[in-house]
């Protein structure tokens, strides 16, 4: 039974970022027509209403005082952290590039709950994050054949995005076995969506609502109902049952899929030196790989 269980939270977790692998592609389309505060703003504005139909938004309020700081951490880094960083990386570096960016995840997860968690951290793990990194600079210098402050903010965006989602995502785990999933995802968007408030301005957002084309709605809608409302709390339930750094080692695919997401659908390039820098990413991810350590 506990086996059948284990297969279904994998299966349920491949099928979640066969999604999330291609969100950077409808960032991409959306952000054409849309600032990136704005786009954060429009999904979280969607999604907002039918929190409310989840019992778990009324069923937390007995939440301990000393969870609320955790809670609120853990919501401003899920929603505005990770979403503010990798729309604004966005609009200055391909759907690729940030794919491959999110590529770090799992090694962050697995650092930070090593940190925070005092969960085991192989030493391949800090060789993979290296490795990594050495080729995350190699994929910077691809962009444009030399470093360059649009593309290199840009990427240091899109690191920036992951990080908050490892970061969310490791300080989320004692919550959720405390607690359950669900009341975490819920609690976490609604409280999230409120984080993003400061960067609302009315008059633009209403202006370039107001003239969006088919494809950015329906990259908004992809973005909203599928990534956030079915996403997230699939994500957290996985939580409930498994290491951070476990669940954490299925953003694999992301770098994958995305990046080919990219390319397929955007005709982005990738140049040679770009292909060495990503070869050079997903060779630390092996190395880093924690299912061998099983």
């Known amino acids: 039974m506990r086996d059948r269980k284990a ?20 960032i991409r389309i959306a952000t ?36 609320w700081p955790r809670l609120l951490l853990v919501s401003f880094l899920m929603v505005a952290g990770y979403h503010l960083a990798l729309n604004a990386a966005e609009t200055r570096v391909t759907a690729s ?16 709950s090593a940190l925070v968690l005092r969960e085991r951290l192989p030493g391949r793990r800090v060789v993979g994050l290296v490795v990594s990194l050495a080729g995350l600079v190699v994929l910077v210098l691809g962009i444009n054949g030399r470093v360059e402050l649009t593309s290199l903010l840009g990427v240091v965006l899109a ?60 990259s908004v809608a992809y973005l909203a109902f599928l990534a956030i409302l079915l ?22 695919l992301n770098p994958l899929i995305g990046t080919a997401s990219g390319v397929l ?15 050079g990413i997903l060779a630390g991810l092996v190395i880093a790989n924690p299912l061998a350590d099983r």
């Open 231 to 252: 996403g997230y709390p699939v994500w957290f339930k996985a939580l409930e049952t498994k290491k951070a750094s476990e669940t954490g080692m299925f953003v694999y």
């Open 7 to 26: 297969a279904l939270v994998n299966l349920s977790l491949v099928g979640l970022f066969l999604i999330w692998s291609n969100t950077f592609t409808f």
């Open 97 to 112: 590039v940030a794919a491959l960016a999110a590529g770090f995840t799992p090694i962050l997860t697995g650092v930070l």
């Open 159 to 218: 690191f920036l995005a992951p990080l908050s989602w490892s970061l969310s995502t490791v300080l989320s785990k004692p919550l959720v076995t405390k607690y359950r999933g669900l009341d975490v995802t819920i609690w976490g968007l609604f409280l999230g969506t409120l984080f993003l408030l400061p960067w609302l301005r009315p008059t633009s957002l209403v202006s370039q609502v107001v003239s969006m084309p088919f494809i950015t709605w329906a």
């Open 265 to 279: 659908f955007l005709h982005e390039l990738l140049t040679p030196l770009m292909m060495l820098g990503a070869a």
């Open 32 to 67: 054409r027509s849309l600032t990136p505060a704005n786009l954060a703003i429009l999904r979280f504005a969607l999604v907002w209403p039918f929190l409310f139909l989840f019992p778990g938004l009324y069923r937390l309020r007995n939440l301990q005082r000393r969870d």
